[in-house]
Structure formats: structure tokens, C-alpha cells
């Protein structure tokens, strides 16, 4: 089965409409199959994203993409400190 990836946004709406069906009456397995997802999928989902809402989602993304870069910078300027203690010690 060919894996399907969906964004957070895409991920907040189903689990609104999982809670509207749930509280329906709906099993979770029922609109975990409807969806075409697994109930651990669900489950994950939900813990991950649990009550957020769009704008969160949003805010969230903008957050680890900033990480990501910082991370970078990091690891650039401890790449650069090794370099010039290296060249320091004479051991090249």
C-alpha cells in the first residue's frame, strides 16, 4: 500500500472531524478506516497534535525550521573552532 504523507494542517482538520464523528458515536476504528489511516496512526496524531489549532500548527513549522537553522549555525561555527585549535596546536 502506497504510503500517504499529509501536512499538519491537513492533520488537524482530520482530527477535528474524528472528534465530530466520536462524538457521534463513531468507533475509532471506524474513522480511522474511513480516513484510511491506522488507529495507531490516529493515536500518534493526536498526541502529537492533540488540541492545537491551525495558526499553532503554523507557529509550530516556522519554530523547527528556525532549529533547524540554528543547529546549523552551530554545528558550522564548532566545525570552524576544531579547525583553528587544529592549526594552532601545529599538528597539520
Given at each position: 500500500?502506497?504510503?500517504?504523507?499529509?501536512k499538519p494542517?491537513?492533520i488537524?482538520?482530520?482530527?477535528?472531524e474524528a472528534?465530530?464523528?466520536?462524538?457521534?458515536?463513531q468507533?475509532?476504528?471506524?474513522?480511522?478506516r474511513?480516513?484510511g489511516?491506522?488507529?495507531a496512526?490516529?493515536?500518534?496524531?493526536?498526541k502529537q497534535y492533540?488540541?492545537?489549532k491551525?495558526?499553532?500548527?503554523?507557529?509550530?513549522?516556522?519554530l523547527?525550521k528556525e532549529?533547524?537553522?540554528l543547529?546549523?549555525l552551530?554545528?558550522?561555527?564548532?566545525?570552524?573552532?576544531d579547525i583553528?585549535?587544529e592549526?594552532?596546536?601545529?599538528?597539520?
Amino acid at each position: 500500500m502506497k504510503r500517504k504523507y499529509r501536512k499538519p494542517e491537513q492533520i488537524v482538520k482530520l482530527l477535528r472531524e474524528a472528534q465530530v464523528k466520536l462524538t457521534e458515536g463513531q468507533s475509532v476504528s471506524d474513522i480511522c478506516r474511513q480516513f484510511g489511516i491506522s488507529d495507531a496512526t490516529y493515536y500518534n496524531w493526536r498526541k502529537q497534535y492533540g488540541n492545537m489549532k491551525l495558526n499553532e500548527v503554523k507557529q509550530l513549522k516556522e519554530l523547527q525550521k528556525e532549529n533547524n537553522r540554528l543547529k546549523k549555525l552551530v554545528a558550522d561555527q564548532a566545525l570552524d573552532i576544531d579547525i583553528l585549535k587544529e592549526t594552532l596546536r601545529g599538528n597539520y
